[in-house]
């Protein structure tokens, strides 16, 4: 099984621009997260997922948004990226009940 | 709305020293869980704790939840350089359970050979 894997590894965007990055997982997670991660900071909930269809808004979601039309993919939109979306964002996946989160190895994204 | 808070925010301690991070929330939690992040990588889960007063070891390491459930904490003993990163705790944004977890702050942990 290869877990949560997320692409791109890094990516520098200019401002204004779109971008996905992408999330897989294989572990039949039914529940899957988005959380970006400041410098030195915690993790914050941007959109979820729990179940193929059904999303919802995290603790940051502006200027995102997701689809799930697989239960294997999570993918998390930028349309117009700003200075502020520089982080480092993580996928991760749960399977119900479990409490316990798998997270990707992350994106490192930043916007100039 | 909800806050889980961590102290401290850093610590530095030598080689052998003991270590302990505490985590506070502002509600009741169901279950509360740990993680490890190393520098540069993701974060890694390490337990779970879901009854009062609950307390688990895993090797050097001792996680325990308040009586309340409000609280809990990791407590390291005689730490290692392989113990360096930041340790979050995280739980359920409400008491009947959700599927939004809250992260804690984290405490970044430092240790010098």
């Known amino acids: 099984n290869a877990g949560v894997t997320q692409t791109p590894k890094f990516r520098i965007l200019k401002i204004g621009q779109s971008m996905t990055l992408q999330c897989t997982q294989d572990?039949?997670?039914?529940?899957m997260y988005w959380y970006r991660q400041d410098p030195g900071m915690g993790l914050k909930l941007i959109y979820y997922?729990?179940?193929?269809?059904?999303?919802d808004k995290g603790e940051v979601p502006n200027g995102y948004n997701v689809s799930r039309s697989t239960t294997e993919d999570f993918p998390l939109r930028l349309e117009l990226a700003a200075p502020s979306q520089t982080s480092v964002y993580f996928c991760?996946?749960?399977?119900?009940?479990?409490?316990?989160?798998?997270f990707g190895a992350g994106s490192r994204l930043t916007v100039l | 709305g909800q806050q889980v808070m961590q102290i401290p925010q850093y610590q530095h301690v030598q080689e052998g020293e003991d270590f302990t991070t505490y985590c506070n929330s502002s509600t009741t939690l169901s279950n509360i869980q740990w993680y490890k992040q190393r520098p540069g990588g993701h974060p890694v889960f390490l337990i779970q704790l879901v009854k009062s007063g609950e307390v688990k070891k895993q090797k050097r390491l001792t996680f325990q939840f308040g009586e309340a459930k409000k609280n809990s904490s990791l407590h390291i003993t005689a730490t290692q350089t392989t113990d360096v990163g930041t340790y979050f705790c995280?739980?359920?944004?409400?008491?009947?359970?959700?599927?939004?977890?809250?992260f804690g702050t984290g405490t970044r942990l430092k240790v010098l050979a």
């Open positions: 991760a996946g749960e399977n119900s009940g479990a409490n316990v989160l798998t």
């Open positions: 572990m039949n997670h039914n529940y």
């Open positions: 995280a739980g359920p944004g409400t008491t009947s359970g959700t599927y939004k977890y809250i």
């Open positions: 997922s729990v179940g193929a269809g059904i999303t």
